[in-house]
């Protein structure tokens, strides 16, 4: 219980600090145009019966402001003259427009008033973004030192590509590391640059491939089904799989990447939630694998845990990678954290057309 009430103190706090940040945003550029701000509060002060709803409230004396704090923590608001805002004050707009009322202003200066929240916020993500490559600085495998390559699937193997093949770049610009922007440039590139077999060559792209609905992805990095380790009493654990093993096949379905066996525990998954009986779920549950280790290779069968786990830890890139560590100065940070956050809102922005 101690533990929970600290965790909501901190989500409360933190929650305060952007609500803050957010309505100061609007505050900022109201006062910066002359506009009233008559309250500016954390939280909302909805009243109850007499009692007004204010933890507590000051107002300076050379202030228009009231500046408090609220019961109701939903959020935070600002009360601006001549502006219908959160405190729905209809009596207000019925007067003549004065001139320093948000109604009075031109259309610029309204504009930047309403968007100040979100210029703020969005600040807030790019200074959030610097420090953090100030703290930690940041940490990649680079796509042309991943002599394993990729693993495609069937679409991507169409169009000319190969298991293994290292990607290097497209038309579009060189490859950093694997990440969702190397998905968006190969969706949007006209030309793809490999190494295969230990030599470069090029496969033409249609240049508007439409991904997302692939299953399984169109590409992943290469990272054999190889165990990390076996959890104590877990069903692969009881099945003899230890630390080092390799899963080669499930339910007669060849293996070679821990992508595959994602893909087909996804289906299993998506199988039992239509099960309509117990003997039905662990039918599905009750999985033929077939895995090697340094003498032999073993075929079993074992019953996956109620929640679908094996009970086996994955290898990853870092286990057959070594990452390249790049640190920033602190005055290095911000245009570093800069680009990576609007590359970020680019990507969201991109995105968008698949929602549509």
Known sequence: MEIFLIRLLQFVLAISLLVFLHEGGHMFFSKLFGIRVEKFFIFFDMSIGKWSGKLFSFKPKTSDTEYGVGWLPLGGYRKIAG???????KEQMAKPAQPWEFRSKPAWQRLLVMIGGVLVNFLL?????SMVLFAWGEQFVPTKDMTMGMKFNK?????????HDILLGTDLGT???FNIDLVRELSEATRVDIIRDGKHISLHLPGNLDM??????????????????????SPAQKAGIAKGDRIIALNGTRIETWNEFQDIMAGLNKKLEDAKTGSDSL????????????KDTVETRLVLTPEMKMGVGLTSLLSY?????VEYGFFESFPAGTRYGINILK???NDMKYVF
């Open 83 to 89: 502006m219908i805002d959160e405190s729905f004050d």
């Open 125 to 129: 993500a790019l200074f959030i973004y």
């Open 155 to 163: 679409e991507a193997k169409a169009l000319g590509f190969a298991d």
């Open 175 to 177: 490859f950093k590391d």
């Open 212 to 233: 997302i609905k692939q299953s399984p992805r169109f590409v992943a990095p290469y990272i054999p089904s190889e165990v990390a380790l076996t959890e104590e009493g």
């Open 283 to 294: 039918a599905l549950r009750t999985v033929n694998i077939t895995y090697a280790n340094a």
């Open 321 to 325: 990678y070594e990452p390249v560590k």
């Open 347 to 349: 990507g969201y922005v």
